[in-house]
T-cell receptor
């Protein structure tokens, strides 16, 4: 049973470009979460999605950031017109359908570097 | 609102000794889950252990145990017989088990195991 997959593992962008981060949840998981981790800090929640629905995006900046989890295919976190402050590790996690233990299993992360 | 506090930015332990990593929490949710994750220098987030707020017994997973004291709102991680490979950042987290399941993470504790 494959774990959570994220790609790319490392991404370098110049200021003003777009960054697309992909996340495939574990098989059988229908909930996806995105987090950002700055150096020397813990994880900050960004957005929580289920298939074709954004459930909670309270942690995501209002501008330049968007997320989706289509019916088919991976979840995508998109950052438009990146700035140096967007450099961070972005983690995706998935969990089973609602009810009971909601342990989140994390992907390996995408390290974004904005030059 | 939820809050996780990890007061130890860094801990040192000798190989084969036991170590306790502190975590206190605050929440108004009546039902919640508590988690510990390990982040080695390679960067991935590894799930270690889960404790439900209504669980009567403390959770254990191999060398990891969670010392859950509900009245004190603490969920300390105990690692027995430390190994060099235990050197990593350790994050405590919690989420409500009803509603949005959005978790909150602490800032982490850096554990160094020396021979």
């Amino acid at each position: 049973n494959a774990g959570v997959m994220q790609n790319p593992r490392h991404l370098v962008r110049r200021r003003g470009q777009e960054a697309r981060l992909r996340c495939s949840p574990m098989k059988g998981h229908s909930h996806v979460y995105w987090y950002r981790q700055l150096p020397e800090e813990g994880l900050k929640f960004m957005v929580y999605l289920q298939k074709e629905n954004i459930i909670d995006e309270s942690g995501m900046p209002k501008e330049r950031f968007s997320a989706e989890f289509p019916k088919e295919g991976p979840s995508i976190l998109r950052i438009q017109q990146v700035v140096r402050g967007d450099s961070a590790a972005y983690f995706c996690a998935s969990s089973p359908p609602a009810g009971g233990e909601q342990t989140q299993y994390f992907g390996p992360g995408t390290r974004l570097l904005v030059l | 609102a939820q809050k996780i506090t990890q007061t130890q930015p860094g801990m040192f332990v000798q190989e084969k000794e036991a170590v306790t990593l502190d975590c206190t929490y605050d929440t108004s949710d009546p039902s919640y889950g508590l988690f510990w994750y390990k982040q080695p220098s390679s960067g991935e987030m590894i799930f270690l252990i889960y404790q439900g707020s209504y669980d009567q017994q403390n959770a254990t997973e191999g060398r990891y145990s969670l010392n859950f004291q509900k009245a004190r709102k603490s969920a300390n991680l105990v690692i027995s017989a430390s190994q060099l490979g235990d050197s990593a950042m350790y994050f405590c987290a919690m989420n409500p088990t009803r509603g949005s399941y959005i978790p909150t993470f602490g800032r982490g504790t850096s554990l160094i195991v020396h021979p």
